[in-house]
């Protein structure tokens, strides 16, 4: 099993910066793309970020603020995923979720933390 824990979240107002943390812990070797998703009150949950291999992708409304990076254990038990905000916007306001995509003896599954509130405003 896999868990996910998020933390980072807060206030912050327009132009300013956060960093989000997710801890995941369990069977790293299983655990391919990871990645940052965000939910609006009243709106779906939208995908902004994941890493996979080193390789990263970003959607086109953080492309250049935000950056993701991720260290994994050397025994594969435990893995930290950061997410650099930069230049918050007030529509970056959302309760922003880890999440693992399980592969090999995982595969198929997918993991979510429990989410951490980011709030922009003046």
């Known amino acids: 099993q896999v868990q996910l824990v998020e933390s980072g979240g807060g206030l912050v107002q327009p132009g300013g910066s956060l960093r989000l943390s997710c801890v995941a812990s369990?069977?790293?070797?299983?655990?391919?793309?990871m990645g940052w998703y965000r939910q609006s009150p009243g709106k779906e949950r939208e995908w902004v970020a994941d890493i996979t291999d080193g390789n990263r992708q970003y959607s086109d409304s953080v492309l250049g603020r935000f950056t993701i990076s991720r260290d994994i254990a050397r025994d594969g038990t435990k893995s930290v995923m950061n997410l650099e905000m930069r230049d918050l916007k007030q529509e970056d306001t959302a309760l922003y979720y880890c999440?693992?995509?399980?592969?090999?003896?995982?595969?198929?599954?997918?993991?979510w933390g429990q989410g951490t509130q980011v709030t922009v405003s003046a």
């Open positions: 369990g069977s790293m070797t299983n655990i391919g793309t």
């Open positions: 999440s693992g995509r399980g592969i090999r003896r995982l595969r198929g599954r997918d993991f």
